[in-house]
């Protein structure tokens, strides 16, 4: 326990001093929100714009936190042989791995945190519906979407091409699930597509307990889903994950 | 892949060991192996009493790495990085003693980012000597550093060494093994070629030189028996009334047995 909380604490000096990190990962969802609730007007789905943008920034914090920050971060420490450095350490494996993810959760949960606050304070955004429920996507999605985040890592073979691989992912899938407005005028390919996102589910389900107040197991096949993308992640990652460089 | 094979050596407690050889003669791999790093397809492999494959967090308490290129986080201070690395350890050395050991004290707050190349390595030194390990291994610790930086470095190894560290080094420079390693181990082609302390090594290769200038022809004449071979050449041209110019008699330093070794037939890249 001394140890995980020796890594974490390391994990979270590590996230902080790097303004890349910072700036990129923490500020970036919370920024997007500002802009497009300037932008937007009126409703979506029925619902005030601002409170689904809300909701549908939420969804993009979680992949671009839990998801595209965390991948990147472990390409890079990978090929650059820090992981490999701290491998010859007696910290066991599983307790490095586990102080990341919990890091990253922190990092997520403060930047909803931040979004939320901003979302209320300047855009007059509604309140949870459900606070217990949100907190509980929040978990699911940050667990997920890390879980992808793992196996995405472990199939990229360089530092150099890490962040455009993974922003490929990102921002495309983001657009496709409705993270940055309403999805209903997309053509029909584009709509098939965005039913197999975890990310369009996710969304579902944060739209269920904050806008609708549902509760969280409101729709448990959209649980199941963004839950299954977040075991395949880790299943490759069970395969493919690796402390060494692989381009040397 | 088989990167080595016919590798055998035991090193001592409390000596520093030399695994000696071109680039790519499998130094790496073989340290690799021993940290714990790489599984091997066959033989024995003892680090401290136990298998490193298998030797887990216990093992790793004992033993410190400087990795042949490894990073450190670029944002963190020489002083953080080593915290950082001592939270891993059950009993780490105090942190300031050992920034203090490898030279870095002035640097203590500066971040890694800023330091120079010999500042870097010895900041790997230092977190792999926070630990306090019995055993280190550092893997072409001065490979790219300039004269006085090497010079710098080799004093840190021996200062280790007199703290009663067990050292395995692995390095291309012969001078570097000659001036450090008690014991020496000449690797090509992933395998040892030859063993034992510097003196020994050039003990081995018996053939001395003798030369001498016979009108305008360079005589070298190489032999196992330079006293008989010697007093036979100069009996012979005293008789004759004779002077050997320029006569001399040469043993072979170390760098000719290496090279010899290491080039051999085919060229060891």
């Known amino acids: 326990m001394r140890l995980f909380f020796h890594e974490l604490r390391t994990q979270q000096l590590l996230f902080w001093r790097n303004r890349e990190s910072a700036v990129f990962v923490f500020v970036f969802p919370p920024m997007l929100f500002l802009l497009l609730g300037a932008v937007y007007d009126g409703k979506i789905d029925g619902f005030p714009a601002v409170d689904a943008l809300l909701v549908g920034l939420v969804g993009y914090g979680c992949a671009n936190t839990a998801f595209a920050g965390l991948a990147i971060t472990l390409v890079i420490r990978r090929e650059s042989g820090i992981l490999k450095r701290v491998r010859a350490t007696p910290l066991p494996a599983q307790t490095y791995l586990v102080a990341v993810l919990v890091s990253t959760l922190i990092v997520f949960l403060l930047q909803m945190a931040l979004t939320l606050v901003l979302g209320v304070v300047l855009y007059g955004a509604h309140d949870p519906e459900n606070w217990p429920g949100l907190f509980l996507a929040l978990l699911l999605g940050a667990a997920a979407f890390a879980g992808l985040g793992f196996g995405v890592a472990s199939l990229i073979r360089s530092a150099e091409g890490s962040s455009a691989v993974v922003n490929l992912i990102v921002l495309p899938m983001a657009f496709l699930s409705g993270s940055f407005g309403p999805t209903r005028e997309y053509p029909d390919v584009l709509q098939a597509l965005a039913d197999v996102l975890p990310l369009t589910y996710l969304i579902d389900i944060f739209k269920n307990v904050y806008l609708r107040g549902e509760s969280f197991w409101h729709d448990p096949t959209a649980i199941a889903i963004v839950a299954a993308w977040g075991v395949a992640g880790l299943l490759v990652a069970w395969h493919r994950f690796g402390w060494m460089p692989r381009e040397r | 892949m088989e990167a080595v094979r016919g590798i055998s050596f035991a090193v001592e407690r409390g000596e520093v060991f030399g695994l000696l050889g071109p680039n790519g ?245």
Request: glycine letters at 10%.
């Open chain 2, 25 to 269: 003669a499998g130094k790496t791999t073989t340290v690799e192996i021993l940290e714990g790093y790489r599984s091997r397809d066959g033989g024995t492999v003892e680090v401290l009493g136990v298998d490193p494959w298998h030797g887990g967090s216990d093992l790793r308490q004992r033993i410190g790495v400087v990795l042949q290129s490894s990073e450190l986080p670029a944002a963190l201070t020489v002083r953080e990085v080593h915290r950082m690395f001592a939270g891993y350890y059950e009993h780490p050395r105090d942190i300031d003693h050992v920034i203090e050991l490898v030279g870095l004290a002035e640097k203590s707050g500066a971040r890694v980012k800023t330091l120079s190349g010999g500042q870097k390595r010895r900041l790997d030194l230092g977190i792999a000597l926070v630990g306090d390990p019995e055993l280190v291994f550092l893997d072409e610790p001065t490979t790219g550093f300039d004269p006085s930086a090497r010079r710098t470095a080799w004093d840190l190894v021996r200062s280790l060494r007199e703290l009663g560290k067990t050292i395995l080094l692995t390095t291309h420079y012969l001078d570097e093994a000659q001036q450090l390693a008690d014991r020496v181990a000449v690797i090509r082609d992933g395998k040892i070629v030859q063993q034992g302390s510097p003196a020994d090594l050039i003990g081995v290769t018996p053939k001395v030189q003798i030369r001498y200038r016979d009108g305008a022809r360079d005589v070298v004449i190489e032999t196992d028996e330079p006293t008989r071979m010697l007093a036979e050449l100069t009996g012979a041209a005293a008789a004759e009334g004779r002077e050997l110019e320029a006569l001399e008699v040469v043993r072979p330093s170390l760098e000719d047995v290496y090279l010899d070794l290491v080039d051999g037939d085919e060229p060891a890249a």
